[in-house]
């Protein structure tokens, strides 16, 4: 488990690769140029969203977000802070 202190404003935040698989996340932040970030919310990423790890598979992982099953790469769930 990632262990992380709390923020100036007291929130916890991880990044998407170190979270617990089968437990839903609120995603908090996301990190990135404008570019990933647009793709990201493509995908169905939105601040305040859901996600769940499903499985990592290597350095990629499967996440539920909005009702669909989603691959993405470890560079990318780093910039998804839960």
Same mark, same amino acid.
């Given at each position: ?12 935040m ?7 698989? *089968? /437990?839903?996340? +609120?995603? @908090? ?5 404008? !570019? $990933?970030?647009?793709? =990201? ?13 499903v499985?990592?598979? *290597? /350095?990629?992982? +499967?996440? @539920? ?5 989603? !691959? $993405?790469?470890?560079e =990318? ?6």
């Amino acid at each position: 488990m990632f262990l992380q202190k709390p923020n100036r404003m007291g929130i916890v935040m991880i990044p998407l690769c170190y979270a617990e698989a *089968g /437990e839903p996340q +609120i995603i @908090k932040k996301i990190g990135g140029s404008p !570019a $990933v970030k647009k793709h =990201l919310e493509n995908l169905g990423f939105h601040i305040g969203g859901e996600v769940v790890v499903v499985n990592s598979l *290597g /350095e990629n992982m +499967i996440v @539920k977000v909005k009702e669909s099953r989603v !691959a $993405v790469s470890d560079e =990318l769930a780093r910039k998804i802070m839960v």
